[in-house]
T-cell receptor, first 110, second 117 residues
Framework: KQEVTQIPAALSVPEGENLVLNCSFT??????LQWFRQDPGKGLTSLLL?????REQTSGRLNASLDKSSGRSTLYIAASQPGDSATYLC?????????FGAGTTVTVRA | GAVVSQHPSWVICKSGTSVKIECRSL??????MFWYRQFPKQSLMLMAT?????????EQGVEKDKFLINHASLTLSTLTVTSAHPEDSSFYIC?????????????FGPGTRLTVL
């Protein structure tokens, strides 16, 4: 069974600082890995999806890398803004099922 | 594109009643739909996987007689929480999958907040 871990559980940074969020997974036979954003009491917003054949994906200030051999993915958010405050979840897909990490709650201080 | 809706967005019910939650893929036909549950400050836990026209596959520890799933069409799946109790209060999220070529993606609904009094 796929186990997904996210460290740290919470992170507080001043505005403008770069964010680094870590995700590790136990089963390297993932089909893809996704990063999501979740605001309090809301659903999921997909940020980036990395296919198993890819090493990274970029969208604006967001960059996500995938290293299957080490079982790790990292989400980088450049020049953080208060609007980036949210919980970020990563999820690995195996056999068309997603296994989620517990998330990293980010607070960007103005 | 690839929009998934859920209805209702929130519901409050008395203990012992049943509640139905709908999940619809609005602009695509979903091969498979998934139901997740999220307790406060916890991650999403997969409850069951459903394919149109067949019985749902439940994850270990999820009571199939309590959480009834019907997947009548390629765009609609329903989750019925039967005889709901306060411990069933949670955030329920569905997703619909789209397999396009070699790419597989799950698209998530906005979630339904269930509160059982």
């Amino acid at each position: 069974k796929q186990e997904v871990t996210q460290i740290p559980a919470a992170l507080s940074v001043p505005e403008g600082e770069n964010l680094v969020l870590n995700c590790s997974f136990t089963d390297s036979a993932i089909y893809n890995l996704q990063w999501f954003r979740q605001d309090p009491g809301k659903g999921l917003t997909s940020l980036l999806l990395i296919q198993s054949s890819q090493r990274e994906q970029t969208s604006g200030r967001l960059n996500a890398s995938l290293d299957k051999s080490s079982g790790r993915s990292t989400l980088y958010i450049a020049a953080s803004q208060p609007g980036d405050s949210a919980t970020y979840l990563c999820a690995g897909a195996n056999d068309y099922k997603l296994s989620f990490g517990a998330g990293t709650t980010v607070t960007v201080r103005a | 594109g690839a929009v998934v809706s859920q209805h209702p967005s929130w519901v409050i019910c008395k203990s012992g009643t049943s509640v139905k939650i709908e999940c619809r893929s609005l602009d695509f036909q979903a091969t498979t739909m998934f139901w997740y549950r999220q307790f406060p400050k916890q991650s999403l836990m997969l409850m069951a996987t459903s394919n149109e026209g067949s019985k749902a596959t439940y994850e270990q520890g999820v009571e199939k007689d309590k959480f009834l799933i019907n997947h009548a069409s390629l765009t609609l799946s329903t989750l019925t929480v039967t005889s709901a109790h306060p411990e069933d209060s949670s955030f329920y999220i569905c997703s619909a999958s789209l397999l396009a070529g070699a790419s597989y993606t799950q698209y998530f609904g906005p979630g339904t907040r269930l509160t059982v009094l």
